[in-house]
């Protein structure tokens, strides 16, 4: 690998994208808290914002490049309940890049207090091409 | 139109399915009821069930004729709270064919009490080709 | 009807509330366009800011005054395809209060263009107390 | 341990739940096949079916007496894709019990060809009392 690849691969594992989200009627169930599965709709939010913010169109990637990125592993450790209305941060980062393999991190935090809601090992995505 | 399709016309109309769903945890919201969106989800598993029962795979008419069915209007009237755990039927007919345009009806059942749980005015589906 | 509560009807119907949504991933189907449910969801969401505008936190009325919104009727009027990714309008007003109905009304909007993706008919909704 | 209470658990553990479902249209995302978060979905499914096989019903549990079961920890390894009207069968059995944490472990089949789908590390769930 070259030295600059080397670099601009450090860089890139030092943005992080923070983007915030509304807690949702339809996402919480009986318990009167977020229902578990939604997590990993927001962390897709987040990853898709973390590409943004790189200069990646995630849409683009896959209309033009016919590039998909499909989930290998889904983890979620859960910390605290998250409740209707709550308004909630999704931190994305870029943990590495092997092989085919990208690895991402998550973790969702409460806005003003900034509790950790939940953290997310890096998910093994696989980038294809239909 | 002729007789024979008129004949056709109405022996479709007299086809009724019946498809029975266990409302899921995820389904439900914290009002400790089923949210409204999902009525819809269900509604369209029962379309798909008339259809096979009528001798058509959506998924076949979508992938080899290239047949979508788009959906133009959606209407629910909610009658009772439908609960986690509940076994519930809907009801799906053929309300009529005109022009481009398939009118289905639904009715969402309790299982064992048989109470109306919500009922849809007939969808506007337009067919269409990609 | 008084003349006070009259014009503070005609007020609170002048108040529009705009709220931008970015669709995700999980809300597109196999047609590669928004699955119809969703669009519910998002008048929710619409709704709940528009209350949040006006003074109300809905969460709070349920929480503190056991006062919840059923929906006794849902209605959406698809005009076009909403896409991932796209960003969109949810435009929401109260169309009027009757006995113990409130009519809202809804449009969605494309972010942009302004074009008209879908609108819902006024909504009844209860107000009821646990 | 009790001996008894020993081969019970044993028992327990040789007890698998095998339920089919059906996949919906509003579980696929625009790749064409079914979102990733649906999986944790579909295994609560199993989850509370294999409940009740073992003569547990969930509803009851939670309004009768008052035990909720939080997910603590989600994971799921995706081993094929899953498509609309494929018909899956999720299997569920208790991994083991400790402490105040049960273990499940789940695997995602295609029905006719045994084909896994996708598995799921035992999940840590743990039952409270609100």
């Known amino acids: 690998m070259s030295g600059q690849a080397a670099s601009r691969s450090v860089n890139m594992k030092q943005v992080v994208n923070e983007t915030r989200i509304r807690v949702r009627y339809a996402e919480t169930d009986q318990m009167g808290v977020v229902y ?5 709709i927001w962390f897709e939010v987040g990853r898709v914002e973390l590409l943004r913010q790189l200069g990646f169109t995630y849409k683009e990637m896959e209309r033009e490049d016919g590039c998909f990125i499909a989930v290998a592993d889904a983890r979620c450790r859960y910390k605290a309940p998250v409740l209707y209305d709550d308004e909630v941060v999704v931190r994305t980062w ?16 409460r806005v003003g207090s900034g509790e950790l809601l939940a953290e997310a ?9 239909k």
């Open 36 to 40: 578990h599965s939604n997590h990993f």
């Open 94 to 109: 870029l943990n590495n890049v092997r092989d085919k393999l990208i690895h991402f991190g998550y973790e969702l935090l």
């Open 121 to 129: 090992r890096p998910r093994t995505l696989s980038p294809t091409r």
